[in-house]
């Protein structure tokens, strides 16, 4: 369910069309993305837009209740992760509910991204600089 106002329109109107558990999927450069998923492609070049401002534009649009990571995002990336993390619990408390986070194994990751309603393409390079977020409702 959408909050605000995104300029990109294929990411505003996934967020609009979303119900209850939808997943979408925001990923690195390097993520593959399946043929039958609808992709978003945001990148423009190396670190352009990165991962954290496409989490950023996106919070400020969906209300989530779950977040999937791949584990190894924590001993790989993890100042990417920490930052990740300190998002999801500022969202957290900003809408006054608790967001499931789950680690799964990268592999189990890129599998389960073929659920997602759409992914997102950012022009991040920082390994397992991924998530898929799993839409709550705003009631």
Do not use: W
Request: hydrophobic share 40%; charged share 20%.
């Amino acid at each position: 369910m959408k909050k605000n106002t995104l300029l990109n329109s294929e990411l505003s109107y996934v967020i609009a069309t979303l119900g209850h558990t939808d997943e979408i999927t925001i990923c690195d450069a390097g993520l593959p993305i399946p043929d039958a998923s609808q992709r978003i492609d945001l990148a423009l070049i190396q670190g352009i837009p990165t991962f954290i401002d496409t989490v950023k534009a996106t919070l400020a649009e969906m209300q989530i209740e779950g977040v999937i990571v791949a584990e190894e995002f924590k001993t790989v990336s993890p100042k990417m992760h920490d930052e990740l993390m300190t998002l999801i619990a500022a969202e957290e408390a900003q809408c006054g509910k608790s967001i499931t986070v789950s680690y799964i194994p990268h592999e189990e990751f890129k599998i389960h991204t073929r659920e997602s309603k759409a992914i997102v393409r950012t022009g991040e390079c920082t390994p397992y600089a991924n998530v898929i977020f799993q839409s709550g409702v705003v009631f």
